[in-house]
């Protein structure tokens, strides 16, 4: 019978996997290590590594806890092992103080072997807690990447919400500043006066086209009636008011025509609870202005 040749490398390679998990017969795990032994140092290098990798690879361990009478199984026969081979070396008969001698070692061993037991089951128990701890501490820094990106999300929501605030109250301030209470109640009208002498709650709206433009919503507290006052809207430009509900229903709250530098109307009254935003369109129907 001749002897197969030796195992090419990709041959190798393929069944390094194969004799790392131990899925190999008697035969081919012996063509195996022949093949292994004759290939070049470069190759073995390769093949330890590839072994190695699989070897420590978690998703390959089992997290079953085994049952206990396998465990007790595969430890005595690796001690009955090790008694065969003990006892072969031992002497046939021994006399007088040496048979004393022996029946005390005997006992010894005895002992050693229980203590050999007790030191692999406390080795089990040792690796199993150590790849419970390895997979914990996988789960602990993925939990702890997700937070730190949520809270870089919430700060940059948070920045963003508060440049928006800032423009709005900007673009109010100017427009106020240019407008005293007299000039506006004489250019809006009785009606306007009747807002400034009631409590009002205020919204602001501001521009989404990067325009010299802005908007007060006075709401009555009382009645929640709304007047509308626009700062430099275009002249006699028509612009509608749009309520916006949290439910996904809109209404239209009324007309705006645009004036030379400030306008105003009055608009339905409206609940304040189901406002979810209120928007300005011009006459081609393109958002203006917008609530913050």
Not at 87 to 102: E, K, M, V, Y
Request: negative net charge; charged residues 20%; hydrophobic residues 45%.
């Amino acid at each position: 019978m001749t002897t197969p040749e030796p195992m090419r490398r990709d041959e190798l390679l393929e069944m390094a996997s194969l004799d790392a998990l131990g899925m190999l017969e008697a035969d081919e795990a012996a063509y195996f290590s022949r093949s292994f032994l004759e290939a070049p140092r470069m190759v073995q290098e390769e093949i330890r590594a590839l072994q190695a990798s699989i070897a420590s690879d978690l998703q390959l361990v089992s997290d079953e806890e085994p049952p206990a009478f396998l465990r007790n199984k595969v430890i005595g026969a690796v001690l009955a092992e090790i008694d065969d081979a003990t006892q072969g070396l031992a002497p046939i008969a021994t006399i007088g103080a040496l048979r004393n001698t022996r029946v005390t070692n005997e006992a010894e061993y005895a002992t050693g072997t229980t203590n050999r037991s007790d030191d692999v089951e406390q080795h089990l128990q040792f690796e199993r807690r150590a790849i419970r701890v390895r997979s914990m501490n996988r789960t602990l820094m993925a939990w702890r990447a997700a937070t730190v990106g949520l809270a870089a999300s919430l700060l940059a929501t948070f920045m963003w919400v508060t440049v928006i605030a800032n423009k709005a109250m900007d673009s109010n301030r100017i427009a106020l500043n240019q407008w005293t209470e007299s000039e506006s109640v004489k250019q809006l009208g009785p009606t306007f006066n009747q807002f400034l002498a009631t409590p009002c709650q205020m919204l602001s709206l501001v521009t989404t086209r990067h325009e010299n433009i802005a908007a007060i919503l006075y709401i009555n507290q009382k009645t929640n009636e709304s007047f509308l006052v626009g700062y430099g809207l275009q002249t006699n430009k028509d612009y509608t008011v749009r309520l916006n509900n949290k439910d996904g229903s809109t209404v239209q709250m009324g007309k705006l025509i645009g004036g030379s530098k400030i306008t105003g109307a009055q608009l339905l009254a409206m609940n304040l609870n189901q406002m979810k935003s209120i928007e300005v369109l011009d006459d081609q129907g393109q958002i203006v202005l917008v609530t913050v």
